[in-house]
């Protein structure tokens, strides 16, 4: 079972365009990661989240966690073919465990 | 920083042949490490989180007899797979956390590719 359900698991989009992934969990954490992984390499953390509500900008990526501390998204405007990877969600429990999401595997064509 | 070296990072090897994959942290001290496994075009599954000097705790599913995880020093981590088969061969990811709720810091992963 998934603890974290993130959508979609696959996009393909023209470069310039706009794009969110979603994160949603029916379980409170007490911070949300994510992370971009290249083939054959570890993730990379992008942005960590802990606030409910709380909003995060790196660039042309903005990070939003819930106000309930469940569910987070990733939005990405004007992708460019260097934004292709896997992202990864990841939830942070209360007890120091941490869930990864199902990723979300993006293509940004030029 | 927080740099997590792991090697090797790339493993062929025969069934049957024990598989140790080291797990390092080089520019902190890491309370505790943590193992996971990747299959291709899939999420991380976490295997086993180590403290140093304790026992590992494995996740649910994961033979504890065949992924032996050592947690000798606060900068090194091993994992072995003991006797390892083709259903064995998989991405292994490591990382390395300084104090309990802080960032987990990723190594570059494994490939274990068992013939």
């Known amino acids: 079972t998934q603890l974290l359900e993130q959508s979609p698991q696959f996009l393909s989009i023209q470069e310039g365009e706009n794009l969110t992934v979603y994160c949603n969990s029916s379980?409170?954490?007490?911070?949300l990661q994510w992370y971009r992984q290249e083939p054959g390499e570890g993730p990379v953390l992008l942005v960590t989240?802990?606030?409910?509500?709380e909003v995060k900008k790196l660039k042309r990526l903005t990070f939003q966690f819930g106000d309930a501390r469940k569910d987070s998204s990733l939005h990405i405007t004007a992708a460019q073919p260097g934004d292709t990877g896997l992202y990864l969600c990841a939830g942070v429990g209360y007890n120091n465990d941490m869930r990864f999401g199902a990723g979300t595997r993006l293509t940004v064509k030029p | 920083g927080a740099v997590v070296s792991q090697h090797p990072s790339w493993v062929i090897c025969k069934s049957g042949t024990s598989v140790k994959i080291e797990c390092r942290s080089l520019d902190f001290q890491a309370t505790t490490m943590f193992w996971y496994r990747q299959f291709p075009k899939q999420s991380l599954m976490l295997m086993a989180t180590s403290n140093e000097g304790s026992k590992a705790t494995y996740e649910q599913g994961v033979e504890k007899d065949k992924f032996l995880i050592n947690h000798a020093s606060l900068t090194l981590s091993t994992l072995t797979v003991t006797s390892a088969h083709p259903e064995d061969s998989s991405f292994y990811i490591c990382s390395a956390q300084r104090q309990l709720n802080q960032p987990q810091h990723f190594g570059d992963g494994t490939r274990l590719s068992i013939l």
């Open positions: 989240v802990v606030t409910g509500g």
């Open positions: 379980s409170v954490f007490s911070s």
